[in-house]
Each structure stands twice: as structure tokens, then as C-alpha cells.
């Protein structure tokens, strides 16, 4: 998937990885996608509702497996 701006938030549980991608969004201009980076399977729920909330295009989520752990990889688009 297509990213302006990767966000990490691996190691970090609900609602960190939520809080820093609404911090970090308003960085973002209008259309820009924003990968966030997340080994918190809530973020599979989590940035749906936030998207919803919040008026931004939830694109989609990537699940990777790596050593001992899954990294999810959600994609939010910057619509307002």
C-alpha cells in the first residue's frame, strides 16, 4: 500500500497507538496517507472506530508475521 508518513507505534497498548496517530495526523495535509505500525491487535478494531469518529478514510490493514510477534499495519488517509 501507498504511505506519505510511517508511524511507529511498536510496544505501545491501548490507546497509545491511537493517541499518537491522532497527534500525528494534523502534520499530514489533506489526502496524504499515514501508516501506522502496531504489535496491539486492538488496533485491528481500534482505527476503523477512530477513522469513523473522526471523518478520515480508513484504507485497509496488513497483518506481517515476524520473530514471536505479528506487526499490523493500518492505513488512514488524511481527508479533513
Known sequence: MQKDVVLD?????????????S???????????????SDDEG???DMPA????????YLGLEE????GAIHYKAYVKKSK
Open 64 to 67: 506481517e508475521a515476524n520473530v
Open 23 to 37: 497527534k500525528k495526523i494534523k502534520e499530514l495535509i489533506v489526502g496524504q496517507v499515514l501508516e501506522v505500525i
Open 43 to 45: 488496533i485491528k478494531e
Open 9 to 21: 507505534t511498536l510496544g505501545l497498548f491501548c490507546p497509545m497507538p491511537i493517541i499518537k496517530t
Open 50 to 57: 477512530w477513522c469513523e469518529t473522526t471523518g478520515h478514510e
